[in-house]
């Protein structure tokens, strides 16, 4: 997955993939699901358009793992790696670091610049804790 993903490469991408994407109301708080019997994401029709690309990402990052659903101890480490890979494909290391630099590590600030969602955001950070890079 290249970095600065756009809407047109996503799509492009879910093409590759021989998956479909519907956009619907979706129940409670869920921003997309993917379904791998149908090659079917759906995502709620309600998200702002960066909301919708980092749920697309998400969703199409299942759909390149065959995940089945994140109810099992199985679908928990798939959902870690997902959102781990999602964070790695939309956010790159330059654009994070000036971003850090610009807004002294305001999350929410460096989220916006990003176009990114602050979850998304979040694991990015949680990857560079892991990995040893200071983060304020």
Not at 81 to 101: K, N
Request: net charge negative.
């Amino acid at each position: 997955m290249p970095k600065q993903v756009n809407d047109s490469i996503l799509t492009s991408w879910a093409e590759t993939l021989g998956v479909r994407v519907e956009e619907r109301r979706l129940a409670g708080d869920r921003c997309g699901i993917y379904y791998d019997p149908l090659r079917l994401i759906i995502l709620d029709e309600r998200l702002a358009g960066f909301q919708r690309r980092c749920t697309l990402c998400h969703e199409l990052i299942h759909a390149k793992h065959h995940d089945s659903g994140c109810g099992t101890q199985y679908g928990l480490k798939c959902e870690r790696r997902c959102r781990r890979e999602t964070a790695l494909a939309l956010i790159s290391p330059v654009d994070y670091g000036m971003a850090e630099t610009v807004y002294e590590g305001n999350t929410w600030m460096m989220a916006v610049e990003l176009g990114v969602t602050m979850q998304v955001l979040m694991d990015y950070r949680q990857l560079l804790h892991d990995s040893g890079v200071c983060v304020q």
